[in-house]
């Protein structure tokens, strides 16, 4: 069973940055796709950014490139996921997931139904 804890989370004021942090264990030799997804209140959940941790492939929605991006720690089982200029519209809880094989396309892996676990989310919290 793979666990996923988040950190990182916070407040800061638009154009700031934070990096969120999300610690792998349990069962993950055989998880190879790592993502972040975000969820405002009374939004849908929706993917962020996505990293093939076999092969470095990455995948960024189109909200967040040129602002975030996604990296990992092989020997702490880590994957972190950069954020800057941030804007009060980036405003969510974060959420790391997991899943076990590759990545799919961009459009796919983007999509929460990619992903069988989940950690319990950290709070970003961006004003204006």
């Known amino acids: 069973q793979v666990q996923l804890v988040e950190s990182g989370g916070g407040s800061v004021q638009a154009g700031g940055s934070l990096r969120l942090s999300c610690a792998a264990s349990?069962?993950?030799?055989?998880?190879?796709?790592m993502a972040w997804f975000r969820q405002a209140p009374g939004e849908e959940r929706e993917g962020v950014a996505v990293r093939y941790t076999g092969g470095g492939r990455i995948y960024l929605a189109d909200s967040v490139k040129g602002r975030f991006t996604i990296s990992q720690d092989n020997a702490k089982n880590t994957v972190y996921l950069q954020m800057n200029s941030l804007k009060p519209e980036d405003t969510a809880m974060y959420y790391c997931?997991?899943?076990?094989?590759?990545?799919?396309?961009?459009?796919?892996?983007?999509?929460?139904?990619?992903?069988?676990?989940w950690g319990q989310g950290t709070q970003v919290t961006v004003s204006s």
């Open positions: 349990g069962g993950i030799d055989s998880v190879n796709c």
């Open positions: 997931a997991a899943a076990y094989g590759s990545c799919a396309g961009p459009y796919t892996s983007l999509q929460q139904y990619w992903y069988e676990y």
